[in-house]
Every structure is written in structure tokens, then in C-alpha cells.
């Protein structure tokens, strides 16, 4: 488990990306640069979608979340930054991309904020959930990180060709109570295929979520 961070001494004043003077994680000139998504998207999924309406691939296999809300394309810095939280400890970037994710959805009404849980192997090898991290900051009274739980372990998401993903996280999440007619907002760090979110928000769904909502930092573009 890494320490408790400092930001004076993990990033001195300096910008993240850059190195140049900022007073934040990262120095104004980066934060604009960031490769921040813009409409017209999908409503339900996030991806393209010429004049902002419901995708085909949303129509033809519709997943059981109801809306994606994310903030970045998932190239450099995003991947970079994301891949620091994620494997390298660094704390400190859940805080940046948190407020960035916050951003975008402050002002949404939900009863219950979520993370994609870990596996517990995982959480002890890594010592935290990247995603939770993000969930804190964007939580507030909302959050509750207990009520969706793995139920079994499985292999990691990325080891997996896109179409073995969905096979894989099958059943792999349940609730530990009853939602009767919530919605619940479920946050994790890059959505790619949308297997893992589709999955949660089946488990929330069969504990009678009516809506699941994803707030993701990131998001990917595969291949079709
Ligand atoms: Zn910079
Ligand atoms: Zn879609």
C-alpha cells in the first residue's frame, strides 16, 4: 500500500505532464490540452454518434446500463495518466481525475455512487481500487462502496481479446441489498469494450436498480 501522498513532495510545484511551474497537478496549458470528448455521442454508450442519438450498437444489443458519461479519450496524457493511478501508486492523479470527472457530472441526481469492484487478490496485491479512489472524489454522501461486490474472481479485462470480455466477467458481481427503483451511478477509470459496466449494472439491475448511470474517465473506441 503506498504512503500518504504529499503533493509538495511527489510533484514539487510542478506540472505532472510537463514539469513546468502549476499550482494544481497539472499547469493550465496541459489541463486545456487534455483530450476531453465532445458531443455529439451516444447517450447510452459514449461513443461517436453523428447527431447525439441512441448508437446502433446500443439499439441492436442494448446493454443494461441506461447512460455513460465520460470525460477523456483515452490517448496520451489520459492513458498515461490513468496507467500512473492504476500501477503505479500514484494516488495523487485519483484527486486530478476525479475533479475532472466531477466535472462533468456535478448537478446529476443519483441515490447511490458505486466502484467497479476489484478482485480481492487484486486489491491485496495493489493495495487499493483505483476506480474507488476516483469514487471518493466524486461520491460525496452518495458513495457506498460496499453495496456491489465481486462475487468471483476473474481473469484482468485487458489480458483478454475484446470478445472473450463479456464471457469472462459474467456473473462475476452481485449487491449485497435490495435497490428498490435507485439509480446508481457506477465509476471506473476507462471504459473499452463496456462488458465489465454492462455486467455491474446487470447485477444492479437484478437487485431492482431502475436506472445505472457509468461516470467514466476515460473512454476507448474499439474496433467493431
Ligand atoms: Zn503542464
Ligand atoms: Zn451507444
Not at 492523479?93 to 487484486?122: M, T, Y
Not at 483478454?160 to 459474467?170: G, K, S
Not at 473499452?192 to 437487485?207: F, W
Amino acid at each position: 500500500m503506498p504512503g500518504k501522498f504529499s503533493f509538495a513532495a511527489l510533484f514539487g510545484g510542478t506540472c505532472y505532464l510537463c514539469r513546468g511551474a502549476a499550482r494544481e497537478l497539472l499547469c493550465a496549458a496541459c489541463d486545456a490540452d487534455l483530450p476531453r470528448l465532445a458531443p455529439p455521442r451516444c447517450p447510452r454508450c459514449a461513443l461517436d454518434s453523428p447527431r447525439g442519438e441512441v448508437c446502433g450498437r446500443c439499439l441492436s444489443d442494448a446493454p443494461h446500463y441506461d447512460a455513460t458519461v465520460a470525460v477523456l479519450s483515452y490517448e496520451f496524457p489520459a492513458d498515461a495518466l490513468v496507467h500512473a493511478l492504476k500501477f503505479r501508486g500514484e494516488l495523487a492523479l485519483a484527486g486530478l481525475l476525479g475533479a475532472l470527472l466531477f466535472q462533468r457530472i456535478s448537478g446529476s441526481e443519483v441515490d447511490h455512487v458505486v466502484a467497479v469492484p476489484l478482485s480481492d487478490s487484486r486489491l491485496r496485491s495493489r493495495g487499493y481500487n483505483h476506480a474507488a479512489e476516483i469514487a471518493r472524489r466524486v461520491g460525496g454522501g452518495k458513495l457506498d462502496l460496499g453495496l456491489c461486490v465481486r462475487s468471483r474472481d476473474t481473469p484482468p479485462q485487458m489480458e483478454l481479446p475484446y470478445a472473450e470480455r463479456r464471457r469472462n466477467v459474467r456473473g462475476a458481481f452481485r449487491c449485497t441489498r435490495a435497490l428498490a427503483g435507485a439509480c446508481v451511478a457506477v465509476v471506473d477509470d476507462v471504459m473499452t469494450t463496456g462488458a465489465t459496466l454492462d455486467e455491474v449494472a446487470s447485477a444492479l439491475k437484478s437487485a431492482g436498480a431502475a436506472r445505472v448511470v457509468n461516470w467514466v474517465v476515460a473512454r476507448t473506441f474499439p474496433a467493431r
